[in-house]
Antibody
């Protein structure tokens, strides 16, 4: 059974860097074709894909946010970390991590964490 | 503005069928059979309902079906039930650069 859980701050100030950790179980990011993605959702708005990392350390980023995002993995800890620099009020959202299947779908999602950007 | 276009809302009565469209371009929906659909109830994480255009994950009701024609994918829910009331999002692979795009979401109301 695959589970994912997001941890990190609930409040950050403008211009700060956000660091979120996705801790997962039920699969290994050292196994071929496995991947973990990050998706966010501002209050009352649509889902927005942010980044993906695969078992072979292939990394993909949203083109609109690429300059601000970094995704890394720690296979030994079963964790994926997302950092987003220069946070702004518009980055206030629920941030989800999700398991990425080999057929490009997010089949299992973590519970999400609400991050508020405010001074 | 989302990359994939969905109607903001649809509605139907219990027992009826509804269809939600998801219009993309020849760079995403039209080029790949890698469209997925997600159901999201208020305050909950999204749930995968359809992948690879028309495949259902284990445990998803066969009342949910997907299809695609050209640059438009569709999700059909038959035999509407009250529990189907939720937001629905489509998602597509969009090539090696853009990679993943979501739709703007559709709110389904069961009357």
């Amino acid at each position: 059974q695959i589970t994912l859980k997001v941890s990190g701050p609930t409040l950050v100030k403008p211009t700060q860097t956000l660091t979120l950790t996705c801790t997962f179980s039920g699969f290994s990011l050292s196994t071929s074709a496995e991947g973990v993605g990050w998706i966010r959702q501002p209050p009352g708005k649509a889902l927005e894909w942010l980044a993906l990392i695969y078992w072979d350390d292939d990394k993909r980023y949203s083109q609109s946010l690429k300059s601000r995002l970094t995704i890394t993995k720690d296979t030994s800890k079963n964790q994926v970390v997302l950092t987003m620099t220069n946070m702004d009020l518009v980055d206030t959202a629920t941030y989800y991590c999700a398991h990425r299947t080999p057929v490009n779908a997010f089949d299992i999602w973590g519970q999400g964490t609400m991050v508020t950007v405010s001074s | 503005q989302s990359a994939l276009t969905q109607p903001a809302s649809v509605s139907g009565s219990p027992g009826q069928s509804i269809t939600i469209s998801c219009t993309g371009t020849s760079s995403d929906v039209g080029s790949y059979n890698l469209v997925s659909w997600y159901q999201q109830h208020p305050g909950k994480a999204p749930k995968l309902m359809i992948y690879e255009v028309s495949k259902r994950p284990s445990g998803v009701s066969n009342r949910f079906s997907g299809s695609k024609s050209g640059n438009t994918a569709s999700l059909t829910i038959s035999g509407l039930q009250a529990e189907d009331e939720a937001d629905y999002y489509c998602c597509s692979y969009a090539g090696s650069i853009t990679y993943v795009v979501f739709g703007g979401g559709t709110k389904l109301t069961v009357l």
